[in-house]
């Protein structure tokens, strides 16, 4: 299974190519520059087959390069290359656990045990921050299978959303119902809390916390 360093290294190889690409940029000035349509058409179907396998076909970044990558124009090829720097930004953080972009069930399942250690250790504040953590983390995974972005672009760069505008435009994609955003929102805000270090986390609101996260990963499937 190639790691997460190998497959950064590929993509930066891309988004090089996509930089070739440009060098071959013609009619400056123009409406449409052009670019060499052969070394075009090999930048795509590299950064198509790169994004289907780590993002999946699914994913907001293969639907949007496939798309609107489609013309062999510098301004086209430009745009392929802000979308691959992106999906870049999103390799070197934390999101890439597995070469399917995303950690499985049952590696979550596993933390939220050890949440739920934490809980019976009377450890409110600990078990409230892993399933926290968790939670963001399914809520991440499940947006991007579902063709959600789950980042901002801001001023040229992509920003991780936070797990509150996750669930927003999860529930208004109606991934899952009402009742599941109320809860999330309110985990999510005792997520904060515990992570403030704010003392007011209790042993009841983190076995509550811990058991309906647990039971929202069981039923909203990606």
């Not at 590929?10 to 449409?32: A, F, H, P, S, Y």
């Not at 930004?89 to 070469?99: I, R, Y």
């Not at 109606?174 to 009742?179: D, G, H, I, P, S």
């Not at 999510?188 to 929202?216: C, I, R």
């Amino acid at each position: 299974m190639k790691n997460q360093d190998e497959l950064i290294a590929q993509l930066t190889k891309i988004i090089e190519n996509g930089e070739r690409v440009l060098d071959t940029e013609t009619g400056e000035g123009q409406q449409k520059s052009l670019v060499h349509e052969q070394k075009f058409h090999d930048f795509r179907i590299s950064a198509l087959s790169f994004l289907s396998r780590v993002f999946g076909q699914e994913s907001t970044y293969y639907q949007s390069f496939k798309s609107e990558v489609t013309q062999p124009t510098a301004s086209r090829t430009r745009r392929g290359n802000g979308m691959l720097t992106a999906a870049r930004t999103e390799l070197q953080g934390d999101w890439l656990e597995t070469t399917s972009g995303a950690i499985n069930r049952d590696v979550l399942t596993d933390m939220l045990r050890l949440a739920r250690m934490h809980q019976d250790e009377n450890h409110p504040v600990a078990a409230t921050i892993i399933a926290g953590a968790v939670l963001e983390k399914h809520l991440r995974n499940l947006c991007l299978a579902k063709g959600i972005k789950i980042h901002n672009d801001l001023d040229n760069k992509a920003v991780p959303k936070r797990g509150l505008q996750l669930t927003g435009e999860a529930y208004k994609k109606k991934l899952y119902e009402r009742q599941d955003n109320k809860e999330v929102i309110g985990w999510l805000e005792l997520y904060d809390a515990a992570a403030a270090g704010k003392p007011e986390v209790t042993f009841g609101q983190a076995k509550t916390m811990v058991n309906g996260v647990l039971s929202f990963i069981a039923k909203t499937r990606y």
